[in-house]
């Protein structure tokens, strides 16, 4: 009897961020054919490590852990163990002055509230739990009951209303619900102030992680590298502008680059561009009603001010996050805690992380502009003395975080549902290719069991791939009461525009 041999499936990659170089690398090396397509000048998407002048930047933060085992020898296959540091994890709340342990520990926040504003966020509390506020349908609200004005307007408000960049009255109580549920800043200050109170249901995070030591561009870098010598094609500075579908199938894909546009054929497509962005791009035209759902989705952008600073203006922490009022910086990032590969002998650098929205003022200020308020900000904070930045950068991250508006999940169903009825060989996949919250474990996750459902029609269903199923720094997560397990990371809930 005549073997039949099946022909070798040909995929197309939307972006070379970690989903999508995870899925090249997958593909690759079970000798299928990949064209990976990349708009920016870089891999690695949110993980790049960007370098200036020696300097290199984690844009965000990545500590490299996880429960999920195939992601953790998937990083050791592509790097070698001598390319990895294993990094304490030290992360502290600055507060009108004062640095709060995070996790917050009794003493620690004793001494720094004092005894007399102790006893008054224990009123406070106490006098939520007798006269909760009336409206608790919205993020200020909900945590004002639960843990007290003053507790809330120190460690949830000015941080909250940074990131997503709205009144917290605005934020729907489904997010506190969700974020608040396990660990909460509020409940260990609440524990620190009450010690009598049984401390088990705050859970404990990670106290180290692994970290490639020139950054976790480093990871997708040589990755990159890996799938170009199994066979596979990285091309950069070149985006997908049309998939084309014909016979309930995408049947290729328009790139433009630097030299114009070329048609590639497909018998997959790997999406890892924003949800959004491959609906509109799909052609002919989705439906009016599924068009309508890419227009309801939203994301926060990102910038990091990289100010270099003596190694003594440094401090031991990854990041610092900002709760003092008045700045608008978010996070601070000390990149010599991270390793001290990516900064120079005497100095270090700090990476200011600022939550903006692409076109505001933040986003459209000039480079030199931002610079001296990161300067002027951390002088203000207390971090550095005048004058000890010496030089900074600027990096801009359009489409970092996706927004969860009021209506969100069923505008995502509305497309995935479409999606997989129109060009099922079209495979969603990652942080912005599903609109979800994840962790790059958690995107690379979804990018192998496509690969699977690709080579050997395994039928998963990479939507329930999430990341409180297995959370990379808690231990037993649960599911919410209605049952349902969220959509990755924390995120919030928004209003629906007008």
């Known amino acids: ?55 290199r930047f984690d844009i965000g933060g990545h500590r490299f852990f996880t429960k999920v085992a195939r992601v953790e020898a998937f990083w050791h296959e592509v790097l070698p163990d001598g390319d990895f540091l294993l990094r304490p994890r030290m992360s502290r709340i600055h507060y009108r002055g004062r640095l709060f342990d995070y996790p917050l520990r009794a003493g620690n926040a004793l001494r720094n509230l004092g005894v007399v504003e102790a006893v008054r966020c224990v009123g406070s509390y106490l006098w939520a739990r007798l006269r909760p506020p009336a409206d608790q349908s919205h993020f200020e609200g909900w945590v004002s009951a639960r843990f007290g004005a003053r507790l809330y307007g120190m460690f949830f408000k000015t941080y909250t209303e940074k990131v997503w960049g709205i009144p917290a009255t605005e934020l729907q109580a489904d997010w506190a619900a969700q974020r608040i549920r396990n660990l909460s800043l509020a409940g260990a200050v609440r524990n620190a102030l009450l010690p009598r109170r049984a401390h088990a249901d705050i859970t404990s995070l990670i106290e180290e992680f692994q970290y490639p030591k020139l950054g976790p561009g480093m990871m997708w870098e040589r990755c990159a590298e890996l799938v170009t010598k199994a066979g596979g094609t990285v091309t950069l500075r070149s985006r997908a502008a049309v998939v084309h579908r014909a016979g309930g199938r995408a049947v290729a894909v328009t790139v433009a680059g630097p030299d114009g546009e070329r048609r590639v054929a497909a018998d997959h497509v790997v999406s890892t561009m924003p949800l959004p962005a491959l609906v509109r791009a799909l052609d002919p035209p989705a439906p009016p009603h599924v068009l309508a759902a890419a ?69 459209d200020s ?42 969100y999940e069923q505008a995502v169903e509305t497309m995935r549902a479409w999606l997989a009825e129109a060009v099922p060989n079209v495979h969603p996949v990652g942080r912005n290719g599903m ?46 009461p209605d049952g349902r397990r969220g959509t990755g990371r924390a995120a919030p809930v928004l209003p629906r525009r007008p």
């Open 295 to 363: 227009d309801a989705l939203r994301h926060r952008d990102f910038l990091t001010v990289a100010l270099v600073v003596p190694a003594a203006a440094g401090f031991p922490d990854n990041w610092i996050y900002v709760h003092t009022p008045g700045v608008r910086v978010g996070r601070i990032q000390n990149f010599g805690s991270w390793s001290p590969y990516l900064v120079r002998d005497g100095f270090t650098c700090l990476g200011l992380e600022y939550f903006v929205d692409a076109g505001d003022d933040l986003w």
């Open 366 to 407: 000039a480079d030199n502009a931002l610079v001296a308020l990161g300067t002027a900000e951390l002088e203000a904070l207390g971090l550095v003395r005048p004058g000890a930045v010496s030089a900074g950068y600027v990096v801009r991250m359009p489409k970092a975080y996706p927004i969860y508006d009021a209506g």
């Open 435 to 480: 609109h979800r919250y994840n962790n790059q474990d958690h995107s690379m996750l979804t990018a192998m069991l496509a690969v699977e459902n690709i080579l050997d029609s395994a039928g998963h269903d990479v939507w329930t791939v999430n990341v409180e199923e297995e959370y990379h720094e808690q231990a037993g997560a649960t599911p919410a």
């Open 1 to 55: 009897m005549m073997n039949l041999v099946m022909p070798l499936q040909h995929t197309v990659i939307i972006g070379a961020g970690p989903a999508g170089l995870t899925a090249a690398y997958e593909l690759t090396r079970r000798n299928a054919t990949v064209e990976v397509v990349e708009a920016d000048d870089i891999v690695g998407g949110i993980s790049r490590t960007v370098e200036r002048d020696g300097w």
